[in-house]
C-alpha cells in the first residue's frame, strides 16, 4: 500500500489557497484521479491554516474517508482557542498537527503547550517549513 503523508488540494503548490468551499468537491475529485494514476492508496491532507482552513480539509476527507485523511492547523494563541480546536479536529478523526512556520515561534511556550495537546490525543505532529537551518 502506498501512502503519501502529506498532500494539499489544488492545481499545484502554489495555488493552494485558491482551493475553497465552491471548489472543494472539483479539487477532491482531482486529487482522488492524480492518486489513483500514481497508484497511491491513501493520503493525508495537510493544511496551512491561514492559508488553508482545517476545515476545508476535514470537508474533504469526509467525501473519501477510505482514501483521504486529514491534518489541522491550528494558530497556537490564544491557547483556550487552540485547546478547543486542537480537540474539536480530534474528535473528528484528525490525524495529526501542523506547525508550519509561518503559524507559530519555536521558542512561544504556547507553540510547546499546544505540541503536547496534540501528542496527548495521539496526534502526529509535523513540521511544515521552507528551509531548516
Known amino acids: 500500500m502506498t501512502i503519501d503523508i502529506h498532500c494539499h488540494l489544488g492545481m499545484d503548490r502554489m495555488n493552494v489557497d485558491l482551493v475553497t468551499r465552491e471548489t472543494l468537491t472539483e479539487n477532491t475529485d482531482m486529487l482522488i484521479e492524480r492518486m489513483d494514476?500514481?497508484?497511491v492508496e491513501k493520503t493525508v491532507l495537510t493544511p496551512?491554516?491561514?492559508r488553508v482552513p482545517s476545515e476545508l480539509y476535514l470537508e474533504a476527507a469526509n467525501m473519501y474517508p477510505d482514501r483521504l485523511a486529514?491534518?489541522?492547523s491550528v494558530m497556537p494563541r490564544p491557547i483556550d482557542e487552540a485547546r478547543a480546536?486542537?480537540?474539536h479536529f480530534a474528535d473528528q478523526g484528525c490525524k495529526a498537527y501542523i506547525f508550519d512556520e509561518e503559524i507559530y515561534h519555536p521558542a512561544d511556550p504556547a507553540a510547546h503547550a499546544v505540541a503536547q495537546m496534540a501528542v496527548e490525543k495521539d496526534l502526529a505532529v509535523y513540521f511544515h517549513h521552507k528551509e531548516i537551518s
Do not use: T
Request: proline residues 0%; aromatic residues 16%; glycine residues 0%.
Open 85 to 87: 480546536r486542537i480537540d
Open 48 to 50: 496551512i491554516e491561514h
Open 70 to 72: 486529514f491534518a489541522c
Open 37 to 39: 494514476e500514481y497508484n
